[in-house]
């Protein structure tokens, strides 16, 4: 890429500041229509904020607002971002000197996560600490979480609790409202976020969920470029992991998929240190226990499990016999951290946590989860096939259908290409199928998806699979 030769080469250098182009964009432009759509109140909480409102002179902010569309902290975030998109095009297009070049694009990039993801995040922490804690975030995401932690802290089980008298009570459509019986996320998001509850109120006098995620999508975004291993695929694995349009704004409201997606990415660097490590045996425990973990943290973690499992092991074992053993040498801290985390609540109350994270995604209890979001099931409705969101209909069939020959050819085809980013593009695969026929397929699956997809694609290959970039 930067000894272009061919008529097509200059081209091909500028993808990186092309694809930069349109993320920016799209994460400017879905979070303004975002914010006009679902937060009528902004400007004027804006302006009534005893930090946000005081930012700027009172002229200065009465002038931004008649724009409307955005409130004027918003409007500065966005034309700040597009004065580092210019300025890396201008980086682009000037800079001579590569290594040079590639650290200004870099924190170019990173400026420009922080202007559309992390400073519009702490804009609506701060809203929400002045309107009401039912208010500027995603009910699942932080709202519950943060109950799910007040019931830790006082020693109940929040999957046998319901949050009726909690904040969730306040947010969302009525007759959608059914996760205020149910808790779907598993314990390591509540247990690890509970001390920094706590730290966060003895500085503070108060705590936001986000500050969790935000934490840890900056560690996702510092151990990418070790993962990618090149120049150019760090910038592009930067951009598409921090500007993800979707993900993005799940993040600023508090939706927990960046949790999930820290822990794999924390793995996956712990386990890549065993190339340079003197002793692996260390980061090889550490990456399976971090990756037990994250299994701790959704279910969704749970379908990378057989591809994880099959690229730390490998597949030139002399017999199906010599594998398993080594399969269970490598991953039993994985196990013992998933079980370590979610067994004391297995053990209190199987029949709850079991009926909060699964059966009610299934859609099975009384006050199951609804069919929604963007997947075939729409079909299904449209189709009349069911009287309501909230009927029963066998999901289970085509998720069978289709999931198990694609699991199966998957791991199969990993068996012949095993590296890391066969594992992470299969897994990304995976996922589409299975919830494009499953009850549901929200959009923030979606973002997922799309961030191990990138991984998948530009993780650096083994070396005999490698060619230049």
């Known amino acids: 890429m930067d000894t272009p030769t061919g008529p097509a080469a200059p081209i091909l250098r500028r993808l990186d500041a092309l694809l930069l182009a349109i993320l920016t964009l799209a994460r400017i432009r879905i979070d303004s229509l975002a914010e006009a759509a679902v937060l009528p109140m902004r400007q004027a909480d804006v302006a009534a904020h005893p930090f946000l409102g005081r930012l700027l002179s009172p002229q200065a902010m009465t002038l931004l607002a008649q724009q409307q569309l955005v409130d004027p902290i918003a409007l500065l975030l966005i034309a700040l971002a597009i004065g580092c998109l210019l300025a890396y095009f201008l980086v682009d297009e000037f800079a001579r000197d590569a290594a040079r070049r590639h650290r200004l694009k870099v924190a170019l990039i990173v400026a420009i996560v922080a202007l559309t993801v992390f400073l519009p995040s702490l804009k609506l922490v701060l809203l929400r600490q002045q309107s009401g804690p039912a208010s500027y975030s995603h009910d699942g995401g932080v709202i519950q979480t943060e109950a799910t932690i007040d019931y830790l802290l006082r020693g109940l089980n929040p999957y046998v609790e319901d949050y009726v008298d909690t904040p969730m009570a306040e947010w969302g459509i009525n007759e959608f409202r059914t996760a205020l019986y149910h808790y779907p996320y598993l314990p390591w998001t509540f247990l690890f976020s509970a001390p920094f509850r706590l730290l966060s109120d003895a500085l503070l006098g108060w705590y936001d969920q986000r500050f969790v995620y935000l934490l840890l999508f900056a560690l ?231 961030a191990f997809a990138a991984l998948g694609a530009l993780v650096s290959p083994p070396a005999r699979q490698q060619t230049e970039d």
């Open 220 to 450: 996702t975004l510092a151990l990418l470029p070790a993962l990618a291993r090149s120049r150019e695929r760090a910038l592009l694995l930067l951009m598409i992991v921090g500007l993800n349009p979707i993900m993005g704004s799940d993040l600023i409201y508090g939706q927990n998929d960046s949790f999930a997606l820290a822990w794999i990415v924390l793995s996956l660097w712990l386990w890549e240190r065993n190339t340079t490590a003197r002793a692996p045996r260390p980061w090889q425990i550490a990456s399976a226990a971090v990756f037990g973990l994250a299994c701790a943290s959704k279910p969704t973690v749970w379908f990378l499990a057989p591809f994880y499992l099959l690229w730390i092991v490998g597949s030139e074992a002399a017999s199906f016999r010599g594998w398993l053993a080594r399969a269970l040498q490598l991953g039993w801290p994985a196990l013992a951290a998933a079980l370590l985390v979610t067994g004391p609540y297995l053990v209190w109350n199987p029949g709850a946590m079991f009926d909060d994270v699964w059966r009610w995604s299934s859609g099975a209890p009384p006050t199951g989860y609804q069919i929604w979001g963007w997947g075939a099931s729409n079909l299904v409705l449209a189709a009349g096939w069911v009287e309501s969101r909230f009927a029963s209909w066998p999901f289970w069939l085509p998720e069978l259908l289709i999931g198990v020959p694609l699991m199966a050819a998957l791991l199969a085809r990993q068996w012949r290409e095993n590296w890391l980013g066969r594992a992470l593009w299969s897994y990304a695969l995976f996922l589409l199928a299975f919830f494009f026929v499953s009850r549901f397929l929200n959009e923030n699956y979606l973002g997922f998806i799309l």
